[in-house]
């Protein structure tokens, strides 16, 4: 029936309730080949040019960016996709190896999308009774992963950040404004970061000249120290993928009255993993663990961590506002989610990881872990043995260091930026023994010897320029 004349149009479909599958999906078709086409226009891991190009693209598929009329659904999607596509540095790509960035699994979007559709929001049960039950099902099943303790349990957060961030501040609640971070100089940055954040005294960095953290070292920090301590180390540094000595460090935080939080953002799904799950000997001591699947587990961002031993160590997260969780609603029965994170608002992130789990199984992870961790091996055994190329270590997890032998430092970190503006190649760069190096962080499991050889062939051409 055609509505009379000057009747306003209907508000635009809403992506849930009982017609929002129909209003998505040819949206969908809309999208996949917005993506499709994009791909096939960057033709590589990026697009070429730099940042100006790019902005130029960005700046022309925009125009206004809040046109009086708009241009409907399918255009939007269409041109907006295509052009992020198109100007994407896609971790799907063999030669995208740069940052601790996964290409997600297709199942774990197609379920981010579900998550998006019904968008609940995890801070009050009314808004989000299913999720609300994955979210505590899931969470305290992965924290048994690493505990094996009464009430093992975790929160979910937007990764490493914040989940070292709610470790210290959880360590400061135990122990008061005065306790001391102690973290070797290989800890990511968020650790010194989020003690200044929560105004605790500035931190005490141990040197870690062999990239690890020593435990002479540690021992001769925590002789000095005064007042409660917390130890933080790390399962897989950002720059060279190196584990700490885990069990020798906890036995020295027990000998020295010390708590210990292990930072294991990348390296903690290793646990999962029977050829590689000795790596984190001693895990289990920590009081706190940072986990991140955005990383070695293939989820979309955001996908973080943080476990602990028992549940009631979370406790001084607990937080009340009548509107979320009236004291009378709670003791009725209605679950109280405010004290699960510090945020109010935030997505299910738990639904991806919860399918991910059911799709693949343990089995399923540990297979694409371990077949991640060969590519980085087999990768550098190649520059090992090329004469063109230094290798720094053999990788611990999937992170390889290396650097042409013919270069400087400023000449090699003139190549890593030569291959971004071409547009062939991601390349990470760090710091190690004094000197820099290219990084290559290899996560995408499809990754193939082919692939590895096609990334030496192309290096070795850029070299010799």
Not at 63 to 72: C, F, K, M, N, Y
Not at 98 to 119: E, G, I, K, Q
Not at 259 to 271: C, F, I, M, N, S
Not at 389 to 404: D, G, K, M, N, Y
Request: proline share 9%; hydrophobic share 45%; aromatic share 2%.
């Amino acid at each position: 029936m055609t509505p009379p004349p000057g009747t306003p149009p209907p508000p635009p479909p809403l992506a849930g309730g009982h017609g929002g599958a129909d209003a998505l999906r040819p949206l969908l078709d809309t999208v996949l080949d917005a993506l499709r086409s994009g791909a096939a226009e960057r033709d590589g891991p990026l697009p070429a040019g730099g940042p100006t190009p790019v902005t130029a693209r960005v700046t022309a598929a925009l125009g206004e960016v809040l046109p009086t009329r708009g241009s409907g659904d399918r255009e939007a999607l269409r041109t907006l996709v295509h052009t992020l596509a198109a100007g994407a540095a896609d971790p799907a790509d063999p030669l995208c190896a740069a940052h601790l960035h996964c290409p997600p699994l297709a199942v774990a979007v197609a379920a981010d999308l579900a998550a998006a559709a019904l968008n609940p929001s995890m801070d009050s049960w009314d808004q989000a009774p299913a999720a609300s039950a994955i979210e505590a099902l899931l969470t305290r099943a992965l924290a048994a992963e690493y505990y094996d303790t009464p009430q093992p349990d975790a929160l979910v957060t937007t990764g490493g950040t914040e989940a070292n961030q709610l470790a210290l501040l959880l360590a400061r609640e135990r122990h008061g404004p005065r306790l001391t971070v102690v973290h070797g100089a290989n800890a990511h940055h968020s650790v010194p970061r989020s003690a200044w954040l929560l105004g605790l005294p500035p931190t005490v960095t141990v040197p870690t000249p062999a990239g690890v953290l020593d435990p002479a070292r540690l021992a001769e920090t925590l002789t000095r120290a005064a007042g409660p301590v917390l130890v933080t180390a790390t399962a897989g540094t950002t720059d060279a993928g190196l584990v700490d000595p885990l069990e020798p460090l906890a036995d020295l935080c027990r000998q020295h009255g010390a708590e210990l939080h292990v930072d294991a953002a990348y390296g903690g799904l290793l646990q999962l993993s029977p050829h590689h799950r000795h790596k984190l000997t001693g895990l289990s001591h920590a009081h706190s663990i940072t986990l991140d699947l955005h990383k070695l587990g293939w989820q979309p961002v955001a996908a973080g961590l943080l476990a602990v031993p028992d549940t009631h160590l979370l406790a001084p997260l607990g937080h009340q506002a009548d509107y979320l969780n009236a004291t009378d609603d709670t003791e009725a029965g209605l679950p109280d989610l405010l004290g699960r994170s510090l945020r109010t608002t935030r997505r299910p992130d738990i639904l991806k990881i919860a399918v991910t789990l059911r799709s693949l199984g343990r089995d399923g992870l540990a297979r694409i872990i371990d077949l991640t961790c060969a590519a980085a091996h087999h990768l550098a055994e190649l520059l090992e043995a090329h004469p063109a190329f230094e290798l720094h270590a053999h990788p611990t997890i999937s992170t390889v260091l290396f650097r042409p032998t013919a270069m400087d430092d400023e000449q090699l970190a003139g190549l890593r930026r030569t291959l971004l503006l071409d547009g062939a190649a991601v390349l990470g760069r760090a710091t190690a023994d004094g000197r820099l190096w290219l990084k290559a962080t290899l996560l995408n499991p499809h990754t193939t010897a082919g692939d590895l050889d096609t990334l030496v062939t192309l290096l070795e051409g850029s070299a010799h320029r």
